[in-house]
């Protein structure tokens, strides 16, 4: 069973446009990080949301945890083809050194 | 960036021949791990570990064994590899830093390994 769904599992978009990944699950975490992939490389820390409710934004890219804690979204404003890549949800459910619960990710393409 | 190293980078062997991965980082992090991802399945984890000589098994850890000599080293070990086993691995370490907190994860760069 997996524990987050991520949605969409793909996403292929023209450059300009707005969209977003949704993070979803009956879990609740005590922090929830978003990471971005690209090929050949190790995942990229993005953001970690730690209080319910709670929205960070890192240039165009709006985060926000929900309420309960139990998901989480990710909106692209104005998509540029270097935002191509997959991102990837991954939720904690303890303190020190949690283990964390990774979503499959979303592969987004961004064409110019 | 986190100071995470992983060698080799790249690796072919055949079934049946140990392989060792080396993770090497210089943040003094305590915790580290070990990951696997595969097409549809993300990253699965391997093994941890939260101290030198502290270990415990992930979702995925049948085959593989681990060892932490020094806070700065996490090996993982293929005993014996299996074509099953050809997979990207990633290194994870996590401690206390900027985003307060012990739970955020900072990667290596993977190592591509195919047995053959």
């Known amino acids: 069973t997996q524990l987050l769904e991520q949605s969409p599992q793909f996403l292929s978009i023209q450059e300009g446009e707005n969209l977003t990944v949704y993070c979803n699950s009956s879990s609740v975490f005590s922090s929830l990080q978003w990471y971005r992939q690209e090929p050949g490389e190790g995942p990229v820390l993005l953001v970690t949301v730690v209080t319910g409710g709670e929205v960070k934004k890192l240039k165009r890219l709006t985060f926000q945890f929900g309420d309960a804690r139990k998901d989480s979204s990710l909106h692209i404003t104005a998509a540029q083809p270097g935002d191509t890549g997959l991102y990837l949800c991954?939720?904690?459910?303890?303190?020190?050194?949690?283990?964390?619960?990774f979503g499959e990710g979303t592969q987004l393409t961004v064409n110019p | 960036d986190a100071g995470i190293t992983q060698s080799p980078r790249h690796k072919v062997t055949e079934t049946g021949t140990p392989v060792t991965l080396r993770c090497h980082q210089t943040e003094n992090h305590r915790y580290m791990y070990w990951y696997r991802q595969d097409p549809g399945h993300g990253l699965r984890l391997i093994h941890y570990s939260y101290g030198v000589k502290d270990t415990d098994k992930g979702e995925v850890s049948d085959g593989y064994s681990v060892s932490r000599s020094k806070t700065e080293d996490f090996l993982l070990t293929l005993e014996s590899a299996t074509s099953s086993q050809t997979s990207v691995y990633f290194c994870?370490?996590?401690?206390?830093?900027?985003?307060?907190?012990?739970?955020?994860?900072?990667f290596g760069p993977g190592t591509r390994l195919t047995v053959l």
């Open positions: 991954a939720g904690a459910r303890g303190t020190s050194g949690s283990r964390l619960t």
């Open positions: 994870a370490i996590s401690g206390w830093g900027l985003a307060g907190t012990t739970d955020t994860q900072y």
